[in-house]
């Protein structure tokens, strides 16, 4: 992770792009919560849904 994401620094994302990173980092970090910091190799497909659901949000609301 660069120093200028660590500081805020959206590194030239647009505004849609910014809020899909974040969007896609809650999602990730609420999956990991729900499953003890650990992913499976069978959960992927139901973790790349949820996130795919959390753009899904991003986009509409435009």
Same mark, same amino acid.
């Given at each position: 992770?660069?120093?200028? /994401?660590?500081?805020?620094? +959206? ?7 910014? %809020? ?5 980092? %809650?999602?990730?970090?609420? $999956?990991?919560?729900? %499953?003890?910091? %650990? ?5 992927? +497909?139901?973790?790349? /849904? $949820? ?12």
């Amino acid at each position: 992770m660069s120093d200028a /994401y660590v500081s805020g620094d +959206p590194d030239g994302l647009s505004p849609l792009l910014v %809020r899909i990173r974040d969007a896609v980092a %809650r999602e990730l970090h609420a $999956q990991l919560a729900m %499953r003890s910091d %650990r992913i499976e190799l069978a959960d992927v +497909p139901e973790i790349a /849904y $949820q996130v795919t659901r959390r753009v899904d949000e991003v986009i509409t609301r435009r």
